[in-house]
Structures are given as C-alpha cells and as structure tokens.
C-alpha cells in the first residue's frame, strides 16, 4: 500500500472574479495514506475520511464519514467506496485525476 500525500488537481473553469484562493481550493484533489490503512481524500475542499485497502492495481476506501459528518448520516445513494489506480510509476488516480507524490508527505 502506498503511503503518504499525494496531490492532483481538476481543470475547472471558475466565473470570473472568483477568488483564486477559492478556485485553487476547488481545484484540488488530496489523498493522504497512512500506515495503518487510514486515509483521508479532499476533493474540491471536502474531506472525505475512510480506511484504504489495496489489491493488485486497486486501492479502495471505504468512506467513514464526509466532511466530518458519518457516512451512515448522508443521503441515500451517497457512494460509501471510492476506487483510485495505483501506477507502476507511483501516481494514483482518482476521477481522471493524477495525483503525484508530495514530497515530504
């Protein structure tokens, strides 16, 4: 399983005048892995909290709560699994995200 912080962002136009610490906010996608298989991805500013396993080229996690708020309290049809693609290269990607390895994280 990979560890540390890996980072990524979307490409998403904003409206004009949108403040550009709002639009980096929105742009970026987080995915912090722990030893023990904790993990915590932000995506657009929310953080969604879980616990990550691996198999093969897979890495699941299993959502435990979303912005804070338990995943048995959001609505229905709220996806409690996210899937991300291990490369051999090391980057993940989530959403046609590439997330690269922060160094030092």
């Known amino acids: 399983m990979p560890i540390g912080t890996f980072r990524g962002e979307r490409t998403i136009a904003v409206f ?18 722990k030893g023990e298989g904790d993990a915590v991805l ?3 500013g929310i953080p969604y909290e879980g616990h990550a396993n691996r198999r093969g080229e897979a890495l699941t996690m299993d959502v435990l709560a979303i912005n804070g708020v338990n995943i048995d ?33």
């Open 16 to 33: 004009p005048g949108t403040d550009p610490a709002v639009a980096d906010q929105l742009r970026r996608v987080e995915l912090v892995l």
């Open 42 to 44: 932000t995506d657009g």
């Open 73 to 105: 309290r959001q609505p229905a049809g709220t996806s409690r699994t996210l899937t991300f693609a291990v490369s051999a290269d090391g980057t993940i990607t989530y959403d046609k995200v590439r997330l690269k390895r922060v160094v030092g994280g």
